[in-house]
């Protein structure tokens, strides 16, 4: 079994993988960590640097847990491509980051987190960052 993380370089990215890492140490399982950028974008603001994946790795490392990075493209719906993702590698957890949004920017935008928690079929920890 192995628990799935969704990563951007934020914040909340980062406490989602901090939470994941001490998930998968607990339960003694492998930590599959994805970026998914849209398809064709020329610049994508979630698509993870270098330095960004350094500081991931390193976190992991210190951890002494195992684990893979899963790089994504997806065309029109970054919750169904996530999904997928949890389903094919059969996962145990999925662990989210939520961020703050307004209730306008809710009902205008939708959020990936909320049908994620919605529509998945096993387990999700959803982490929000630390204020400050």
């Known amino acids: 079994m192995s628990i799935i993380v969704g990563y951007v370089p934020t914040a909340v990215g980062k406490a989602a993988v901090d939470a994941a890492i001490a998930e998968a140490r607990i339960r003694s399982e492998e930590l599959l960590i994805v970026n998914s950028s849209r398809e064709g974008a020329l610049v994508d603001k979630n698509t993870a640097s270098t330095d960004d994946w350094a500081e991931v790795h390193a976190a992991v490392a210190k951890a002494g847990i195992s684990s893979r990075i899963i790089e994504s493209t997806y065309r029109d719906d970054l919750t169904e491509e996530f999904l997928r993702l949890a ?3 059969e996962v145990s957890l999925i662990v989210i980051g939520l961020r703050h949004r307004t209730q306008v920017g809710k009902f205008i ?9 919605l ?3 096993r387990p999700v920890l959803a982490v929000k960052a630390a204020e400050g």
């Open 87 to 89: 389903q094919e590698h």
């Open 109 to 117: 935008m939708g959020s990936h987190a909320q049908r994620i928690l």
């Open 119 to 121: 529509q998945a079929d």
